[in-house]
């Protein structure tokens, strides 16, 4: 594959960053307004213990997976929100080479993919993907639509036929652009209405969580 470079400024420093490959869709365009970027910990698939909320989980009736790119760990905490309400398993995208801490560098980093199409390589791959029918895509806004890993993600498998349910993590830019995109990824899927939960409010929005959860048939109280 072909080895590409481009430099980042960050103050005073230039940044050499390197990517591999060439990409597949051109996506222009930005958010002043970019999303906290989130640091990976998990890679597989897994069941975690049953939810302790007054909410019943469907997921012996719906095959559900929760799957989420983080960087700062804001999208990871709402992924797991939503597990405990739903069930099902939980799965983080991670990309081979990770993106740095600094969040100014990230930023830069984040911008320079877009506008190259890149897609990252990852290194973590759901197994089973054809048992789920309906899946949660988790991402960080970053520039106004999902990052690029996320990309790479949602084109490494077939979804038709599912149901997808989009839910991200912002600094004020909301959803942006990003179910659209997720839109054109899948065409054969049905998308259903997402969530925006802004950085600083993560630890606080069970019950903005479990709301749109319900909301959108994913969960039903006990009675």
């Given at each position: 594959?072909?080895?590409?470079?481009?430099?980042?400024?960050?103050?005073?420093?230039?940044?050499?960053?390197?990517?591999?490959?060439?990409?597949?869709?051109?996506?222009?365009?930005?958010s002043s307004n970019e999303e906290t970027m989130?640091?990976?910990?998990?890679?597989?698939?897994?069941?975690?213990?049953?939810?302790?909320?007054?909410?019943?989980?469907?997921?012996?009736?719906?095959?559900?997976?929760?799957?989420?790119?983080?960087?700062?760990?804001?999208?990871?905490?709402?992924?797991?929100?939503?597990?405990?309400?739903?069930?099902?398993?939980?799965?983080?995208?991670?990309?081979?080479?990770?993106?740095?801490?600094?969040?100014?560098?990230?930023?830069?980093?984040?911008?320079?993919?877009?506008?190259?199409?890149?897609?990252?390589?990852?290194?973590?791959?759901?197994?089973?993907?054809?048992?789920?029918?309906?899946?949660?895509?988790?991402?960080?806004?970053?520039?106004?639509?999902?990052?690029?890993?996320?990309?790479?993600?949602?084109?490494?498998?077939?979804?038709?036929?599912?149901?997808?349910?989009?839910?991200?993590?912002?600094?004020?830019?909301?959803?942006?652009?990003?179910?659209?995109?997720?839109?054109?990824?899948?065409?054969?899927?049905?998308?259903?209405?997402?969530?925006?939960?802004?950085?600083?409010?993560?630890?606080?929005?069970?019950?903005?969580?479990?709301?749109?959860?319900?909301?959108?048939?994913?969960?039903?109280?006990?009675?």
């Amino acid at each position: 594959m072909d080895r590409r470079e481009f430099i980042v400024k960050s103050g005073k420093t230039l940044i050499t960053y390197s990517i591999l490959g060439t990409g597949l869709l051109s996506l222009t365009g930005c958010s002043s307004n970019e999303e906290t970027m989130d640091a990976s910990t998990e890679g597989t698939a897994k069941e975690l213990p049953e939810s302790a909320s007054k909410e019943q989980p469907l997921s012996e009736t719906k095959k559900i997976l929760v799957a989420y790119f983080t960087h700062s760990g804001n999208t990871r905490e709402i992924a797991n929100q939503i597990h405990e309400s739903t069930g099902g398993d939980i799965f983080e995208i991670q990309t081979v080479d990770p993106y740095p801490g600094d969040y100014d560098k990230v930023v830069e980093i984040a911008k320079q993919e877009q506008k190259l199409a890149y897609r990252p390589a990852l290194n973590t791959k759901v197994e089973t993907m054809d048992s789920y029918n309906t899946v949660f895509i988790g991402y960080p806004n970053w520039w106004g639509t999902i990052p690029m890993a996320v990309f790479t993600f949602l084109e490494g498998y077939d979804f038709s036929g599912k149901t997808i349910v989009p839910f991200c993590t912002h600094e004020g830019s909301l959803l942006g652009r990003s179910v659209t995109d997720i839109a054109k990824l899948c065409p054969q899927s049905t998308l259903l209405d997402g969530l925006a939960v802004r950085g600083k409010d993560v630890k606080k929005a069970q019950n903005k969580v479990s709301q749109w959860l319900r909301e959108i048939g994913m969960t039903e109280l006990k009675n």
